[in-house]
């Protein structure tokens, strides 16, 4: 180099990587030389250079991470969708990463999922923007972190650069039963026994054996059972019989068994079927009663962690009898219920929606709450402290240790003392309707405590609390796709309520939980309670108890509360949502509430709410209760909002929705207050009062011409103080004029 005249070195900033080039090449982007006679360019720092980049290709960097995940979780698959990063790095090169993690939800402690989960296509080297995860563990927390990553993304020595989604997944049929155990076997019987799944997840409701003589599996007899052992008789002497068993959750049921195969004994074992009838009889009601006697054994002992809880539902299972099918044919055992759901035209027809069962329908109620909930030995409760007050008696959180599981964070609603057997009655009730539901938007049963004197409803811990109270206490924190997030879980509750032909009619952000995963879940189930608990039901003229401004026009009238009146419901709790908790129409009274809805008045836009939510909001007000939108079409709607959020960039321009509130009416110049200040004081934001008098806001209609934009030139910059007077402002034009968006 030391020999080359001076004219053919290049100058710092340039280089010329190999002697025969005939010129000196600028240093590409991101790259720089301080020498001169330089054969390549150095990076910039953070900047990298693949090995197989040419010198001439500017210097790259990692990608950032993926932007706006979603989520959507159907059973024990997750679906995860994202927006490609701001910044590739320079490079086309970009491909994604999936790291999954489960999480514990009371410690919060994650470890790696492992590798029963399965990605599709594919964990690593995703060139799409979606990915599926299935065969996750059912009602588990897991945070999956997508990194977008490109050709130098190994040599970043930085943090990773990730964007990460909680989930919960919901439930899931139960896996299959492994261990068949042959018990008794006769000429004409088979007596067998098997192991609860692996994994229940879930209540197990029922098993179903199946059964063929080997090698005619076209003729096979279908039993079912509550109880985890069974007696298949009128078999044929000495010959082979293949068994499968699967069970029966409120998810479905899993998968058969393998094959078990278990043979009769020959004929010359016992002298005749009938004769052999009777040990049979004997040694299972000699079982059933040792069984029996060893649960009843193990409830009275008080070991209920240490085996009580987890017998308290085997002790159910005795008292039931099993049901038997032959193929083709139905017993006279059968129960006729049973061949409508599950035969048909002679095939068998697996129960495939499930719907929702009042628990009014059973004579005895106490049976409709240990059909649908489980029971729990209080002994496995800890109560830590009172978080609020419920119709029956106060709420309290706490700790759940069942065998064989981890210890729990739970809530526990508690019966007062004293109750009356209708109080009772109504309290449980609550647990029989939500002993019926599964999936994350709607708060889990745990089980109940009816044994004891004390009563109580324990449920999945919600950290947040109440959702109107959350909004409230954070008001202006959250993003619009935060916000969203929540109306989507919300609907989705809604929607597997109104799938199960359930009809809420309180729904209302007070009935709303909030999990510290930001997850909300549709709670406050009742029966004949339903209003008589909710401090904001009002008596109607009819008699009924309703929460008007939560309610549809048609209930409020003649009291068609259906699915439909459901939705109303939840355009007012986007409204509230997007307004962080405010009180639907302020302080007017119901009767004005009534009145203005029926006339064809709607509560105006939320401050900032995107103009795609405000007429979703507006769809679900539609006095014509079949044009409102159904709960999929939300879901679908605000998903498909997430997924494009730059949909949810056009606001409801504000300048509308405060003159939407003075259509047709008198100015505002009649104010109950008599002076900006009285005003601003009443509101607790008298510190602005200098402010706006010195900026010529001196009448409250001057005022009434204030826009968001000029709060912010005076100075209001906390965006929950602009909020506080916008919305006042509001407040006291519909106070005034009683007139709020016409339809
Ligand atoms: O807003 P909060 O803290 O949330 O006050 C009410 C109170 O009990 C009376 O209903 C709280 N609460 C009810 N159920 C739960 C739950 N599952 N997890 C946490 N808090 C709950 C509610």
Redesign the pocket.
Request: charged share 5%; net charge negative; glycine share 18%.
């Given at each position: 180099m030391d020999s080359l005249p001076k004219k053919w070195v290049c100058r710092p900033g340039f280089f010329k990587a190999s002697p025969h080039s005939p010129s000196c090449s600028k240093c590409p982007p991101h790259s720089y030389t301080l020498d001169e006679a330089s054969t390549s360019c150095l990076c910039e720092e953070h900047y990298f250079r693949k090995e197989s980049d040419p010198p001439t290709m500017a210097c790259t960097r990692p990608p950032s991470a993926p932007r706006s995940a979603i989520s959507n979780v159907n059973e024990t698959s997750v679906f995860l969708e994202w927006i490609p990063p701001a910044d590739t790095g320079g490079r086309k090169d970009v491909s994604y990463y999936i790291a999954c993690k489960k999480c514990n939800s009371h410690s919060g402690l994650c470890e790696a999922c492992g590798g029963h989960v399965r990605y599709l296509p594919q964990q690593t080297g995703l060139k799409n923007t979606s990915v599926m995860m299935v065969d996750l563990l059912a009602h588990t927390n897991y945070t999956f972190e997508i990194e977008a990553v490109n050709g130098v993304s190994d040599q970043n020595p930085g943090a990773r650069q990730f964007v990460s989604v909680n989930v919960t997944t919901n439930q899931a049929a139960p896996s299959p039963v492994s261990s068949v155990k042959k018990g008794k076997i006769t000429k004409n019987s088979i007596s067998l026994s098997w192991q609860e799944p692996d994994r229940p997840n879930g209540i197990i409701l029922e098993y179903e054996i199946k059964y063929f003589e080997k090698d005619q599996e076209m003729s096979y007899t279908i039993i079912k059972s509550k109880e985890t052992t069974i007696t298949a008789d009128s078999l044929k002497p000495g010959s082979a019989y293949v068994f499968q068993i699967r069970a029966r959750t409120a998810a479905g049921y899993g998968g058969f068994s393998r094959r078990f195969e278990f043979e009769t004994s020959p004929v010359s074992v016992a002298a005749s079927s009938d004769q052999s009838q009777i040990p049979i009889i004997v040694v299972s009601v000699t079982v059933g009663v040792i069984l029996l006697a060893v649960v009843i054994g193990f409830l009275l002992s008080g070991s209920c962690c240490d085996g009580g809880c987890g017998w308290a539902s085997s002790l159910r299972a005795v008292a039931y009898p099993s049901l038997t099918w032959r193929c083709g044919y139905s017993k006279a055992k059968q129960d006729p219920e049973e061949e409508k759901m599950h035969f048909h035209n002679g095939h068998i027809k697996l129960p495939g929606v499930r719907t929702y069962i009042d628990p009014h329908t059973y004579e005895d109620p106490n049976q409709a709450v240990h059909e649908f909930a489980k029971e729990i030995e209080v002994s496995c409760i800890t109560i830590e402290r009172v978080?609020?007050?419920?119709e029956f008696g106060e709420?309290c959180?706490g700790r759940l240790k069942l065998q064989g599981k981890h210890e729990l964070p739970v809530?526990i609603k508690t019966l007062k003392v004293g109750y009356t057997e209708k109080q009772r009655r109504d309290f449980l009730g609550e647990a029989s309707i939500m002993g019926q539901f599964d999936h994350p938007n709607i708060?889990h049963l745990e089980g109940v405590v009816t044994k004891n004197k004390s009563v109580m409803i324990v449920?999945?811990?919600?950290e947040n609390?109440?959702l109107d109270?959350f909004l409230k206490k954070n008001d202006g924190q959250f993003t619009v796709i935060q916000l969203v997030g929540m109306l989507r879980g919300i609907a989705s509750g809604m929607k597997y309520l109104s799938d199960m032909g359930y009809v809420h009619r309180d729904l209302a952000a007070r009935n709303i939980?909030i999990n510290s995963n930001l997850v909300c879940k549709v709670?406050d189930f009742g029966l004949s309670r339903v209003l008589e608990d909710d401090p904001e039901a009002a008596y109607t003229t009819r008699g009924g108890k309703i929460p008007i401004r939560w309610t549809a026009p048609e209930a409020i009238a003649f009291r068609k509360f259906t699915s439909a009146s459901d939705v109303w419901s939840y355009g007012i709790v986007m409204w509230e949502v997007m307004s962080y908790g405010e009180r639907p129409y302020w302080e007017m009274t119901n009767q004005d509430v009534i009145k203005a809805v029926e006339e064809g008045y709607r509560l105006p836009s939320p401050m900032d709410c995107p103009a795609a939510l405000y007429q979703l909001m507006l769809d679900c007000w539609q006095k014509d209760r079949n044009s409102r939108p159904k709960f999929d079409e939300i879901v679908s709607m605000l998903d498909k909002l997430i997924r494009n959020p730059s949909s949810l960039k056009t606001l409801v321009n504000a300048s509308s929705r405060v003159s939407n509130l003075l259509v047709e009416h008198s100015p505002v110049g009649s104010s109950t207050y008599r002076s900006v200040g009285e005003w601003l004081e009443a509101i607790k934001m008298g510190r602005y009062t200098e402010i706006f008098m010195e900026n010529g806001y001196s009448s409250m209609d001057a005022v009434a011409q204030v826009t968001i934009e000029d709060l912010r030139r005076l100075g209001v910059t906390l965006v929950g103080h602009q909020k506080k007077i916008m919305n006042s402002l509001q407040e006291v034009k519909v106070q005034l004029v009683n007139g709020m968006v016409p339809l």
């Open positions: 978080i609020g007050a419920g709420v959180s809530a708060i449920t999945e811990y919600m609390g109440s109270t939980l709670s």
